[in-house]
């Protein structure tokens, strides 16, 4: 990293501030820890490296005419405490903005602060763009000449008009949770003995202080004398620099550990892990997988009876396009922003395993564990129990299934990657509604355009898609964010209202589907690729042909 790097990109931002989203304002500042730390990351050692980052913005933040810091004891706000607590303290204290350092899941790097707007959500674009414009003209530095403050304690401290509060973000989120989840109805059922669970925190940061935030306040029932509860249901809970050389991307490849587990004999009832700053959850049954699509479309159905900060209805759903059965909202999630801003935006599931409650509620664990809380809180000991597999296929019966699959070429030459695209988005220009593939009939096919209701955003080339007469979907899409070279991802889906067939494998339902889209797309012909390097998000709970570290997942655990 360049010299004054962090500085430099500090002033940039604040340069693109509108004056009153700084001038005599209020700004939230957290780090989840993994930036900027070249030591050992857990949890005092690396202190003092993540505080020196946080201690330049303080400083900067000062000399740009900001009034008030808070900051999380010890930088203590990862994501997905920052998004709970943001609203938090913004209703509380009328915050402007915040910064948060975040890794995701990818180990520590300047490339990875953020910022974030007055109600929570990302900054937009037009600051966004405004950031990089004057991070390539920028002069000068407006940094404070004051002493560095003690973040390890709580309290004010002044220099003359501008304040840094250090609050407990801990206490903030858990008044905060007991606002909208059943705490009580939650510990009935995970202190019941036939009801077992397993959190894989990944080695990030929500393994940082799992007593208090796994799985809604579980300290509380260690406190009680639950011990059971606790013991054996954390895995890979200490946070690591290097996340311990694995990759916490929750999904059926990177978390194979806590899939095995869950697929054993007599595995747990449930299971869940997030990701390196704890926005993106994966969630399973015993011997089931939930994918995000269904997760966020259960959670929704059931929101207003299970989970009591929706006892009036939910506001708002997103999805993004590619996602099964997706609301037309693009990938990104800056965008999102804009119904956060207006209060509308509460579930969303994206097109990686992530889902996210916002307007205060962010933990896809929490939110099941409230559902099936729910459903068995009349169910006495030696009943059985409702279980994850349950909720689904009765969702299913409900409302139907989408069979829906995604298939992610990994670290492909980008020639060839950006040849396909080139080549799916003439042959989509130059289709026609009624055109014939085998025994698909083309609805439309197009490159597709986000025009935002509320603010009139435009985002372009979210995807190539090709949409049938009978709603099946092909999506294309070519991403750059992986560490060495482009990663294709192939989208695959079709509705199913028969519920006789919901039980189909996934990969054979969908079969004349994928075939369809590797040969319309070419893909071995420009990408060289006979396999995908992971099939995620397969919509087939029991993942009955995905290969993972040698084992293949039935639909039973024998």
Not at 310 to 320: E, I, P, Q, W, Y
Request: with cysteine; charged share 20%; glycine share 8%.
């Amino acid at each position: 990293m360049q010299e004054n790097y962090l500085a430099n990109w500090i002033q940039a931002l604040f340069d693109s501030l509108p004056p009153e989203d700084n001038k005599n304002g209020v700004l939230v500042l957290g780090a989840i820890k993994f930036n900027f730390v070249k030591k050992s990351a857990y949890p005092v050692s690396d202190f003092c490296c993540c505080s020196h980052s946080l201690q330049i913005i303080i400083k900067i933040a000062s000399g740009n005419g900001v009034e008030k810091i808070l900051v999380g004891q010890q930088a203590s706000f990862n994501h997905l405490i920052f998004s709970m607590n943001f609203s938090t303290t913004n209703v509380k204290n009328f915050a402007n903005g915040g910064f948060i350092m975040s890794a995701s899941y990818n180990p520590g790097g300047p490339e990875y602060d953020w910022f974030n707007y007055s109600s929570g959500q990302p900054a937009p674009e037009s600051i966004t763009d405004k950031i990089y414009g004057n991070t390539l003209s920028i002069s000068e530095i407006k940094i404070a000449d004051i002493p560095d403050v003690d973040l390890s304690k709580t309290g004010v401290t002044k220099f003359g008009s501008f304040s840094v509060e250090v609050i407990d973000p801990v206490s903030d989120y858990l008044e905060l949770l007991e606002t909208v989840f059943d705490f009580q109805l939650i510990r009935s059922l995970i202190s019941r003995p036939d009801f077992r669970f397993t959190f894989d925190a990944m080695h990030a940061v929500t393994g940082a202080m799992p007593n208090l935030f796994l799985l809604i306040n579980l300290v509380q029932l260690w406190i009680l004398g639950f011990n059971y509860a606790m013991y054996d249901s954390i895995a890979n809970g200490i946070p690591l620099e290097d996340f311990g050389h694995g990759h916490p991307d929750p999904n059926l490849t990177y978390a194979k550990d806590l899939v095995n587990i869950l697929y054993a004999e007599n595995g747990p009832d449930f299971g869940a892990a997030s990701d390196g700053d704890g926005n993106r959850n994966m969630i399973l049954g015993r011997c089931f997988f939930v994918t995000p699509s269904d997760s966020v479309a259960v959670i929704a159905a059931n929101a207003r009876e299970a989970i009591p900060y929706f006892k009036d209805g939910v506001k708002g759903l997103a999805r993004s396009m590619p996602t099964s059965g997706a609301l037309m909202s693009p990938l990104v999630g800056n965008f999102l922003g804009i119904l956060w801003m207006l209060g509308s935006y509460q579930f969303a599931g994206k097109r990686v395993l992530e889902q996210a409650l916002t307007t205060f509620v962010r933990r896809m664990a929490s939110a099941w564990l409230s559902i099936i809380a729910h459903r068995n809180k009349d169910k006495k000991a030696g009943e059985k129990l409702i279980s994850v597999a349950d909720v689904v296929k009765e969702h299913w019966a409900t409302y139907g299934r989408n069979f829906f699959s995604r298939y992610d070429y990994e670290e492909c030459e980008s020639e060839g990657a950006n040849k396909m695209v080139a080549y799916l988005r003439e042959t989509a220009s130059k289709s026609k509604t009624g055109d014939k593939y085998g025994s698909y009939v083309l609805q439309f096919a197009d490159d597709f355009t986000y025009t935002d209701p509320v603010d009139g955003s435009v985002v372009s080339k979210q995807g190539v898609r090709f949409v049938f007469s009978d709603g099946s979907r092909i999506i294309y899409r070519l991403s750059g964010t992986g560490s060495a070279g482009a990663t294709v991802r192939v989208y695959i889906e079709q509705f199913e209202p028969d519920a006789s067939k919901h039980d189909l494998d996934a990969q054979v339902a969908l079969k004349p589907l994928i075939n369809l889209a590797l040969s319309l797309s070419k893909l071995k012909d420009f990408t060289g690729r006979e396999k995908p390097t992971v099939t995620q998000t397969c919509e087939d709970h029991y993942y009955p042909v995905l290969a993972v570290a040698g084992n293949t997942y039935t639909n039973t655990c024998d």
